[in-house]
């Protein structure tokens, strides 16, 4: 029986102490109609020999050699270390650090995370994490609508460059509550918020205002201008960004006149394998006067009896297991392990390892897209200054030639018909730093290939 | 055995009222409120001017382990707050009858003082409750 | 021992190790748009931060290192070919946006999983997409005002929760814009069916329940309440929570729960991690299968592919940017293929042998069970209010005085009913030893407690720190390190009892 160590003679003396005949005759409060094993569908054990050589199969099937897709997750170099030590059993298999005395270990982690994560983004506050990017966005936007006071209207303008599917999770958790998001469209020439569509809402109660850096096109947006007339027209700003681009472009913390009052994001840049999407953590950050109003753990350091320096959860009555139906969110965890991760990423690298990070992604997309700019039938779709992720246009169907990268063993990035059918055959393309000039090469020499190729009608 | 200040009123959520000679009224939580939710670490005071019906909940006292809400004992408008509480919530414990006030009131309507509890009867309830 | 903050370790220009190959390229963009100062994060070597952290992994309680019986979490043990297999190189790499045709491997697991959920809870269908328990609810309360209001009925806005529910019950109905009713328990510890009837009308959307409930005693009215709830036009939703207690024993759909969430994390075994990442799949019955949460799995000719808003019009929609916590479905299909289902059915069997057993060997030990007349599920409740009363000494106490033992404590004063509680629950991985040792720990305590109630008092001494000052923490909030600010003085600002 795998996993359950108990021997004939433990489970007989155990019943006998019980004053019970059967393991059955514990279930005897059960109605008998409802009893009875139905697990039909589920097949026989398999040997961890077995499931080892399964799941090796599958996983190779999936491999994949060259991938230039973003789109919300990146591929980037992770340090050995950083799972080698998440994963040992003390972190892996420990539970929520109720019980502070026998959880200093992850306590200290959470603690340096959310220093980590305010130098980072230049913010006063940080929660123990959420679960992604997009339902951190959209605690975000429930906080802002608890925090604004002086807003009734529950409304929150939300830039079409804000990552789509972070549009549908918005709706889905923040629907029945009565917030309504009003799009802000992007200019079709740079591919940023078209800053003067703001002027229809001067003057309207506006609950916040979401800023995204960088947007889904990758390109840069005018966040200073964004912030400003956020301030001055009585709407909360909530900044979504890429924690990793922090270590080169200006922290949200100091956009604008005053900064941003929210900032929150996707945390898998940060040491977090793709994984198909998950587990990754959400990061919510804020400005002092709203740490009431943040949703999740919070840590903080203290003393103990003897004096000595320790840490425990803190501000809990903010929280469901206290709060109940009044709570700040229902959420009870965060992502504890995926932030340990994080956090020994961001201890290994430290500012400067950081930074090179990012301007290697940034200098590796620019060098590409200028590769591809070189090709025939091939355009960027928008102007200005990006961080690793820019559109281009192509003369032939996405599709097409995506299967065709495909064929050379390239994943050629991410189709942006579905969701932005304006924008003809676009394509969104990521370079991080796991690229050299041979990979950028690679995909430039595939890519014209391919449009020749269906060009000529082959 | 907790304080019952005989010049106040109470209501069996634990609040109590003292009527002041302009017509307004102060409001706290008793000093067994204040014990049995232990050290104050928080308290969400009410917005100048915000209106109550009697019984709403319109402010909010945390401690380590507890959130619990004050509830309006009267109707009427919040003409003060005791600012004081953001950064020392500990007068409530200290002094819950006296530095440790929550709010000040403007009842709408007088007549609901009657249905307050005076400190015989909330003395009855607590002793009731510990039984 | 305690370990100093990564920051105070930090030395400019330590950890100038080569990440990359390549220099540093100029960046060409204008100024406004950069950074002027870098982010104040440490700065130390690579074995620096390796003893760090490994240092403070060693001052966390585990389950591969401490019995763990912490009452509804199911601490069993996390089988580490689950992680191993999930963290193979093929899965790590996979891509959320990836093709299908790079995808089936991934693919295929997915739906297994599905299907083998399917089999275990008795739903009609399930979506994997929730990232935690309290999303599952969000989902499954979500799914309940959508079905209400497909129909056309918009006043069933009304959740009754029992009062022994767990408080991401009421959180998640206040949540998804329903307001809470609170039913009340009877002394067995089952729902007050009077108080139910008197409680259910046209506004009632639905039921919230967990069975076994959070009392460690199985609802034995479920038929009753599933009759007068459907009866009145509202559904059940199951809180999974406690699914370790009868996996395989009993199938909520054949409760008549409409909906479900598991806590994977729990009875799937896939970690806790120090709260978190978690898995709240849903499994619904046919009235809400229109409604689950998108994206979901399915095969169509040996094939498998996404199902989203396109094939499911009336989806509640995402609840994460791509497919919830697909690294935490992989160990929990592992899990349940290690296992099959001779072996799942087990799970139920000794998880429950081990309650009963520590909760006879507690009784006969002396100590008050909560619910004496009754079964224990996979979990209990001794109350220590006698303890309390007579010797000055609670739950916390105990609780604090048992890691000095080495174990972790149960659950503490939850759930709110049973003064001076502790939830106890062993799971079914822990060897009759280790629940001998506990007993023998708990009876120790209770000893000291007669003889020296302020030694028991001031426990925990063998951990790390000692009971933190909590009202400090809460009143003078330090949440971030500030190199400027003032170490924390060594005085406490109340004397912690």
């Not at chain 1, 999936?62 to 080698?84: C, K, M, N, R, T």
């Not at chain 2, 707050?81 to 530095?99: C, I, K, Q």
């Not at chain 3, 057993?357 to 069970?369: D, I, N, P, T, V």
Request: glycine residues 8%; negative net charge; contains cysteine.
């Amino acid at each position: 029986m795998p996993f359950i160590p108990h021997t004939q003679s433990d489970t007989s003396a155990m019943l006998a102490s019980i004053g019970a005949d059967s393991i059955d005759d514990l279930f005897d409060e059960i109605p008998a109609d409802l009893r009875g094993s139905a697990l039909e569908g589920v097949p026989d054990s398999l040997s961890e020999l077995a499931v080892t050589r399964l799941m090796q199969e599958r996983a190779a099937r999936d491999q994949v050699g060259l991938s230039f897709l973003g789109g919300g997750a990146y591929e980037h170099h992770i340090p050995a270390a950083v799972w080698e030590i998440t994963t040992r059993g003390e972190f892996y298999s420990a539970y929520t650090p109720y019980q502070a005395e026998a959880s200093q270990g992850t306590l200290q982690v959470i603690y340096e995370y959310q220093s980590m994560l305010t130098a980072l983004l230049a913010m006063d506050v940080s929660n123990a994490s959420l679960y992604d990017g997009a339902s951190a966005l959209a605690e975000a936007a429930l906080m802002a609508v608890r925090a604004n006071r002086t807003s009734k209207s529950r409304r929150v303008l939300l830039p079409a460059t804000v990552n789509p599917r972070y549009h549908s999770v918005l709706e889905t958790i923040t629907g029945t509550q009565g917030v309504e998001f009003l799009p802000l469209p992007y200019d079709l020439e740079t591919g940023v918020t078209d800053c003067t569509a703001l002027d229809a809402y001067a003057g309207q109660d506006i609950t916040a205002l979401v800023i995204p850096q960088p947007g889904f096109f990758g390109a840069l947006e005018d966040v200073d201008r964004l912030t400003n007339w956020a301030a001055q027209h009585g709407a909360l700003s909530i900044a979504v960004v890429n924690p990793l681009s922090l270590a080169m472009l200006k922290p949200p913390g100091q956009w604008g006149a005053a900064g941003v009052d929210i900032a929150c994001g996707e945390g898998q840049p940060l040491g977090v394998p793709l994984s198909s999407g998950g587990p990754y953590f959400g990061f919510l950050t804020a400005r002092q006067k709203l740490v009431r109003q943040m949703p999740g753990r919070i840590v903080g350091r203290t003393v103990d009896v003897d004096g000595r320096e320790g840490f425990t959860l803190t501000l809990q009555a903010r929280e469901q297991h206290i709060r109940r139906g009044k709570a700040t969110s229902n959420i009870c965890t965060n992502q504890g392990l995926v932030v340990t991760a994080a956090t020994i990423y961001m201890a290994l690298l430290g500012p400067v390892g950081l930074r090179q990070v990012a301007t290697a992604c940034h200098a590796n997309a620019a060098a590409l897209k200028a590769r591809l700019e070189g090709i025939a039938g091939v355009q960027a779709a928008f102007s200005g200054a990006h961080f690793h992720e820019f559109v281009i246009r192509l003369d032939q169907p996405v599709d097409g030639v995506l299967d065709g990268l495909a064929a050379d063993g390239i994943l050629g990035g991410l189709s942006l018909g579905r969701h932005f059918p304006e924008l003809g055959n676009a394509l969104l393309v990521c370079a991080t730093e796991t690229k050299t000039p041979a990979d950028l090469e690679r995909y430039a020499v595939s890519l014209e290939r391919q449009l020749e190729t269906m060009r000529n009608g082959v | 055995m907790s304080e019952i200040p005989e010049d106040l009123r109470f209501t069996p959520q634990h609040e109590w009222v003292r009527e002041n000679d302009d017509g307004t009224v102060d409001v706290g939580i008793t000093d067994h409120a204040q014990t049995a939710l232990g050290d104050l670490v928080f308290v969400e005071l009410p917005e100048a001017d915000a209106e109550f019906s009697q019984g709403d909940a319109c402010a909010v006292v945390e401690s380590v382990k507890a959130a619990s809400d004050v509830y309006a004992p009267l109707s009427g408008a919040v003409i003060a707050s005791n600012e004081g509480l953001t950064d020392a919530p500990e007068r409530v414990n200290e002094d819950p009858y006296g530095a440790g006030w929550i709010f000040k009131l403007r009842p709408a309507n007088p007549l609901e003082l009657e249905d307050l509890l005076n400190a015989d009867a909330y003395q009855q309830l607590l002793a009731e409750a510990d039984e | 021992m305690t370990e100093p903050l990564i920051f105070t370790q930090s030395q400019p220009g330590r950890n100038r190790r080569a990440h990359l190959d390549q220099a540093e390229a100029p960046l060409g963009l204008p100024a406004e748009l950069l950074r002027s100062e870098p982010p104040a994060l440490p700065e130390v070597s690579e074995l620096q931060a390796v003893r760090h952290f490994t240092r403070l992994s060693q001052m966390n309680f585990s389950i591969d290192t401490h019995f763990y019986p912490l009452g509804s979490c199911t601490m069993k043990y996390n089988p580490r070919a689950s992680n191993h297999l999930a963290m193979l190189p093929g899965f790590l790499a996979r891509h959320p946006l990836a093709p299908l045709a790079s995808s089936q491997g991934f693919l295929q697991c997915m739906w297994e999983l599905q299907e083998m959920l399917k089999a275990v809870t008795g739903m009609r269908a399930v979506s994997l997409t929730p990232m935690a328990g309290a999303q599952g609810e969000l989902a499954g309360v979500a799914m309940i005002r959508a079905y209400h209001l497909h129909r056309g009925d918009a006043a069933r806005t009304e959740i009754l929760v029992p009062d022994a529910a767990h408080g991401t019950n009421p959180a998640t109905a206040t949540m998804c814009g329903c307001t809470v009713t609170e039913l009340p328990t009877d002394e067995q510890g089952d729902v007050d069916l009077e108080a139910l009837r008197n409680a259910v009308g046209r506004h009632t959307a639905g039921i919230m329940l967990t069975n076994p409930s959070t009392l460690g005693v199985f609802e034995r009215h479920i038929d009753a309440i599933a009759e007068i709830v459907h009866e009145a036009g509202g559904l059940l939703y199951y809180d999974g929570a406690n699914l370790n207690a009868i996996l395989g024993k009993v199938q909520p759909g054949k409760m008549q729960f409409d909906v479900i969430h598991m806590n994977l994390h729990k009875t799937f075994s896939t970690p806790h991690g120090g709260g978190g990442p978690g898995s709240g799949a849903v499994g619904v019955g046919d009235k809400l299968a229109p409604f689950l949460p998108v994206p979901i799995v399915a095969r169509e000719a040996d094939e498998y592919r996404w199902l989203t808003e396109a094939d499911c019009p009336n989806s509640i929609g995402r609840l994460s940017a791509f497919m919830g916590n697909a690294g935490v479905l992989l160990r929990a299909y592992v899990y349940m293929r290690l296992l099959g289902r001779r072996g799942m059915e087990r799970v139920a069997d000794y998880a429950t042998l081990n309650a009963n057993y520590l909760m006879a060997e507690l009784q006969r030990a002396g100590f008050e069970l909560a619910f004496p007349s009754r079964r224990a599920s996979h979990e209990f409740i001794v109350t220590l209010k006698r303890e309390a009363k007579e010797l000055g000494v609670g739950a916390m106490d105990f609780a604090k005085a048992l890691l000095d033992r080495g174990f972790h404590a149960p659950t503490t004063y939850f759930p709110l009913l049973v003064p001076e509680c502790l939830l106890i629950e062993p799971t079914e991985t822990e060897p009759k030893e280790a629940l001998d040792g506990f007993v023998a720990a708990m009876v120790e305590i209770r000893e000291q407690a007669k003889t020296d109630p302020e030694v028991v008092r001031g426990a925990p001494y063998t951990t790390p720190v000692r009971r933190l000052d909590d009202v400090r923490a809460a009143r003078q909030l330090d949440i971030r390190y500030q190199p400027d600010a003032p170490e924390p003085d060594t005085v406490s600002t109340r004397q912690v009892v």
